[in-house]
């Protein structure tokens, strides 16, 4: 434990130095890193694989099942395409150092504002060891250090991948202490990671339930996470029928185990008995559960299972959708408010009032009108890659880019201006 504690003291007084001096470098040196990191992951895809090799040997004699074992596998298509995502990083345009709002002051000093990098990010994560590439990526790419702690089950994987990483930025002349690794399984020093004020700026959580709860428990350090994606898709009574289904269908059926999947629907009462039973009818045939309300089962019949409260309360993350019929948008937003993991939510509705009243009073992450609630995504919002879904209102909200891993300070520009 002692160690354990020794080595994160170590790790983090590392990181700090070197975000200093990534923070002080030009956006095309680190686009160089970039690509030099990117190069040495093909260079050393037979070490990534016979690493990633013993991952798999462990994971099949402990027992995990196959989709997880699938979901560590690095093919030779796999390390391509994590080579690529870097690259895709560094063409991404660079946001550190943009000034921005440069406004004169009466007595003549500028005061404006300068993007800068968060300083050392924390990233704890599961499973997909391609997660460690992209998400160093981003940081270096932002000017930040970055300290990483995959899972377990990924450790030989994810060390190969690291070194790689630090090789590049270590060629590219930035320090390689930029990208760090924590080469531990012993949860000992997640806990040491979640008390690193002292170097550590944010951290951010990708994976299930339970790892972003510790988290969220256990860190002295701001945290950049969602916990929940319960998202909705409300049908208004103005919705053009043929897109209302096609929304609905793609929310929920698309990707079933994503946050951004629609997990309740809700219909206005005035088109219910209409839209219902074909659009309940497409989703079973698709191999969809569905729990509804009263109404919904009146409307439907005995196919639809009862909804209990704790279905709208519930990310399935599965081929299951919780459905309400509800009397007016007012009783839509009212359950929106009081379900909603604030994550996604879109309206469909032809009439312009009704939606700009729905964008104004849903309090969520992402608020859509006539748009599958499957968009909220970084790729799709034009942001190119992301760290995740942030459902916080400080520092970000949203798809979490490169935009995300940066702050403003204010700076201001004087002639030898004296206060009085």
Do not use: W
């Amino acid at each position: 434990m002692s160690d354990t504690i020794a080595m994160m003291e170590q790790i983090g007084q590392q990181a700090r130095a070197a975000a200093r001096l990534l923070s002080a470098s030009d956006g095309t040196t680190r686009n160089r890193a970039l690509a030099l990191m990117a190069d040495r992951l093909l260079a050393d895809r037979e070490a990534l694989q016979a690493a990633n090799a013993l991952d798999l040997a462990a994971a099949e004699a402990n027992g995990l099942t196959p989709a997880m074992i699938d979901r560590l596998r690095l093919t030779d298509k796999g390390i391509q395409a994590m080579a690529d995502g870097v690259r895709e990083v560094a063409a991404l345009p660079d946001p550190v150092g943009e000034i921005t709002e440069m406004k004169p002051r009466p007595n003549g000093m500028l005061v404006g504002r300068m993007r800068v990098p968060l300083g050392v990010i924390g990233i704890i994560y599961e499973s997909r060891p391609n997660v460690t590439a992209d998400a160093a990526a981003l940081c270096v790419k932002s000017g930040n250090a970055v300290i990483l702690r995959g899972g377990s089950e990924a450790i030989h994987s994810n060390r190969a991948i690291a070194a790689c990483l630090a090789a590049g930025l270590q060629e590219a002349g930035l320090p390689a202490a930029a990208v760090q690794f924590i080469d531990t399984t012993d949860r000992a020093a997640v806990g040491a990671l979640l008390k690193s004020d002292r170097y550590v700026d944010i951290i951010i959580p990708r994976g299930g339930k339970g790892l972003i709860q510790r988290v969220m428990e256990e860190s002295h350090i701001p945290v950049i996470k969602h916990l929940d994606g319960i998202c909705h898709t409300y049908v208004d009574r103005y919705a053009d029928p043929q897109m209302a289904e096609e929304l609905t269908f793609n929310g929920k059926m698309q990707r079933t185990g994503v946050c951004n999947a629609t997990e309740t629907l809700l219909v206005h009462q005035a088109v219910a008995a209409d839209f219902l039973p074909y659009m309940c009818h497409r989703l079973q045939e698709a191999g969809c559960e569905l729990r509804g309300c009263a109404e919904t089962q009146a409307i439907v019949g005995e196919s639809i299972l009862p909804a209990t409260p704790e279905d709208y309360d519930t990310e399935h993350l599965a081929a299951i959708l919780s459905i309400r019929v509800v009397a007016s948008l007012d009783e839509a937003l009212a359950h929106i408010e009081a379900h909603s993991s604030r994550h996604t939510e879109t309206i469909v509705t032809r009439d312009h009032g009704r939606a700009m009243r729905f964008l104004r009073e849903v309090d969520s992450s992402a608020v859509m009108v006539n748009a599958s609630t499957r968009f909220n995504d970084g790729f799709q919002f034009g942001l190119g890659a992301e760290m995740g879904i942030s459902t916080d209102k400080l520092h970000v909200r949203g798809p979490v880019g490169l935009e995300g891993l940066t702050c403003l300070k204010y700076i201001v520009l004087g002639d030898g201006q004296l206060r009085q």
